[in-house]
T-cell receptor, first 110, second 114 residues
Framework: TQLLEQSPQFLSIQEGENLTVYCNSS?????LQWYRQEPGEGPVLLVT?????EVKKLKRLTFQFGDARKDSSLHITAAQPGDTGLYLC??????????FGTGTKLQVIP | DTAVSQTPKYLVTQMGNDKSIKCEQN?????MYWYKQDSKKFLKIMFS???????INETVPNRFSPKSPDKAHLNLHINSLELGDSAVYFC?????????????FGPGTRLTVT
């Protein structure tokens, strides 16, 4: 089973700061997704990256897929309180079986 | 319109009881899932159904039994509940049948076993 380690586990920052969250595996990803989960709700897909070295931007969020497809990062510029939540990376290790990362809990303080 | 709905939202019950959680999706997806999220927020797949057929059955106690009466519904029945079953259970659905599908999650059912 593919293990996805995320770092940091917890992050508490002031509004306006920048931050980066990492997702790493010892295995090569076929593709990788990032989800955000707000308290009391289910995860919501933010992005899917497929190609090694790929960079995708979603407003203030920048997602990067490592060249070797074994790691990914999520960078948030000028964080806002609305960015608060649990960020999860996820990858498919087989037919329809998606493995989720250990999660990064982000708190943005106004 | 709710895409993936689950009932109940909260479930508090005693050890040894049997309970069910229902899930419905109105997205027309072929694949549905059950996940368990523990107190450390780790999300782990339990079951997956494609067109009412079980395709993923992780190492889950056989006290847990999924049932898919049709493509839009996937219910989870739990027998002889134990303290360790306390968690948030999420239902999800996806359209694709391979790769890394985009999954749509329900709001979760918080199960507390006392």
């Amino acid at each position: 089973t593919q293990l996805l380690e995320q770092s940091p586990q917890f992050l508490s920052i002031q509004e306006g700061e920048n931050l980066t969250v990492y997702c790493n595996s010892s295995s090569v990803f076929s593709s990788l997704q990032w989800y955000r989960q707000e308290p009391g709700e289910g995860p919501v897909l933010l992005v899917t990256v497929v190609t090694g070295g790929e960079v995708k931007k979603l407003k203030r969020l920048t997602f990067q897929f490592g060249d070797a497809r074994k790691d990914s990062s999520l960078h948030i510029t000028a964080a806002q309180p609305g960015d608060t939540g649990l960020y999860l990376c996820a990858s498919s290790g087989g037919y329809q079986k998606v493995t989720f990362g250990t999660g990064t809990k982000l708190q943005v303080i106004p | 319109d709710t895409a993936v709905s689950q009932t109940p939202k909260y479930l508090v019950t005693q050890m040894g009881n049997d309970k069910s959680i229902k899930c419905e999706q109105n997205l027309g997806h072929d694949t549905m899932y059950w996940y368990k999220q523990d107190s450390k927020k780790f999300l782990k797949i339990m079951f997956s159904y494609n067109n009412k057929e079980l395709i993923i059955n992780e190492t889950v106690p056989n006290r847990f039994s999924p049932k898919s009466p049709d493509k839009a519904h996937l219910n989870l029945h739990i027998n002889s509940l134990e303290l360790g079953d306390s968690a948030v259970y999420f239902c999800a659905s996806s359209r694709r049948t391979g790769g890394n599908p985009e999954q749509y999650f329900g709001p979760g059912t918080r199960l507390t076993v006392t």
